[in-house]
């Protein structure tokens, strides 16, 4: 079993909609939380950095993490075409483990 | 303040070859760490510099090492290319690990090797 599971998608809305992205994990030690942005052809775009359970909002995101539940969202509002990459969840104790990657397609 | 650089950005090489790979961290940064990026295999850690030292090392064969300078600046080589080698490989650098815990990273673009 991985570590770090992720739905790789490929997961498609329309402009505007709200987008919900999720992660689980198994290991108790991770203590920080990351989301990723990558677009095709580029290196991995820190977005959101957490390390309690609660909710972190940014602009459109908001990261959330229950490590009581050892499950973490990101939740995209109003989502636009730029939005359009692979999302990538991350946990770290002593080094990161990335999930999958979720394929996105915000279509206009 | 300048990213993270990786150089070269493309290379081609064939089977039996080796390669080296460079990046230099943002400034100001001491922890670098590379993974392997393949659509199969998703993200996977190869290991971490810190202060020079190797700090964690993931479960590659052998062949792949690297190493850090005095100045953050990291390479790492793979030896005897195989054709799984074909990859996107990624060098991240954080500001500190902090109690033995990896801080957040920020990545360069990546090298992308072809190994034919």
């Known amino acids: 079993q991985k570590e770090v599971e992720q739905d790789p998608g490929p997961l498609s809305v329309p402009e505007g909609a709200i987008v919900s992205l999720n992660c689980t994990y198994s290991?108790?030690?991770?203590?920080?939380f990351m989301w990723y942005r990558q677009y095709s052809r580029k290196g991995p775009e820190l977005l959101m950095y957490?390390?309690?359970?609660g909710n972190k909002e940014d602009g459109r995101f908001t990261a959330q993490v229950d490590k009581s539940s050892k499950y973490i969202s990101l939740f995209i509002r109003d989502s636009q075409p730029s939005d359009s990459a692979t999302y990538l969840c991350?946990?770290?104790?002593?080094?990161?483990?990335f999930g999958e990657g979720t394929q996105l397609t915000v279509n206009p | 303040k300048a990213g993270v650089t990786q150089t070269p950005r493309y290379l081609i090489k064939t089977r039996g070859q080796q390669v080296t790979l460079s990046c230099s961290p943002i400034?100001?940064?001491?922890?670098v760490s590379w993974y392997q990026q393949t659509p199969g295999q998703g993200l996977q850690f190869l290991f971490e510099?810190?202060?020079?030292?190797?700090?964690n090392k993931g479960n590659f064969p052998g062949r792949f090492s690297g190493r850090q300078f005095s100045n953050s600046r990291s390479e790492m080589n793979v030896s005897t290319l195989e054709l799984g080698d074909s990859a996107l490989y990624l060098c991240?650098?954080?500001?500190?690990?902090?109690?033995?815990?990896?801080?957040?990273?920020?990545f360069g673009p990546g090298t992308r090797l072809t190994v034919l």
């Open positions: 991240a650098s954080s500001l500190v690990v902090v109690a033995g815990v990896t801080d957040e990273q920020f």
């Open positions: 991350a946990m770290s104790s002593s080094r990161l483990t």
């Open positions: 290991n108790s030690a991770f203590q920080y």
């Open positions: 510099y810190f202060s020079e030292t190797q700090r």
């Open positions: 957490t390390y309690s359970s």
């Open positions: 400034s100001g940064h001491r922890s």
